[in-house]
Nanobody, 124 residues
Framework: HVQLVESGGDSVQAGGSLRLSCQASGYRYSDHCMAWFRQGPGKEREGVARIDNGGGNIYYGDSVKGRFTISHDTAKTTVYLQMDSLKTEDTGVYTC??????????????????WGQGTQVTVS
């Protein structure tokens, strides 16, 4: 069955760094795009970053551009989110997701079929 398992969430001070990982299994990884979403306290879910099959197209939310980097290891079917210069507003539950739909708005969660359980990131 499909599994997306995140890890790496933690509590850090502002200005610090974290790297999140999401290991995928149970579906054809190479046919899907991978993305990270987050939901802060009292906020709606927002797209953080997306990487397309083969890594040819990468997208970032405006609030994280220049600070976060998405990458993946296709051999390990794992997607990463390197988060630097963290701010308190980056606090939230970070969830990875997969979709086989390459078009449309990259940040639209309704286009994603598979979701992980999420990992908590707290920046203080």
């Amino acid at each position: 069955h499909v599994q997306l398992v995140e890890s790496g969430g933690d509590s850090v001070q502002a200005g610090g760094s974290l790297r999140l990982s999401c290991q995928a299994s149970g579906y054809r990884y190479s046919d899907h795009c991978m993305a990270w979403f987050r939901q802060g306290p009292g906020k709606e879910r927002e797209g953080v970053a997306r990487i397309d099959n083969g890594g040819g197209n990468i997208y970032y939310g405006d609030s994280v551009k220049g600070r976060f980097t998405i990458s993946h290891d296709t051999a390990k079917t794992t997607v990463y989110l390197q988060m630097d210069s963290l701010k308190t507003e980056d606090t939230g539950v970070y969830t990875c997701a997969a979709t086989s739909q390459f078009g449309g708005n990259w940040y639209d969660p309704s286009r994603f079929k598979y979701w992980g359980q999420g990992t908590q990131v707290t920046v203080s």
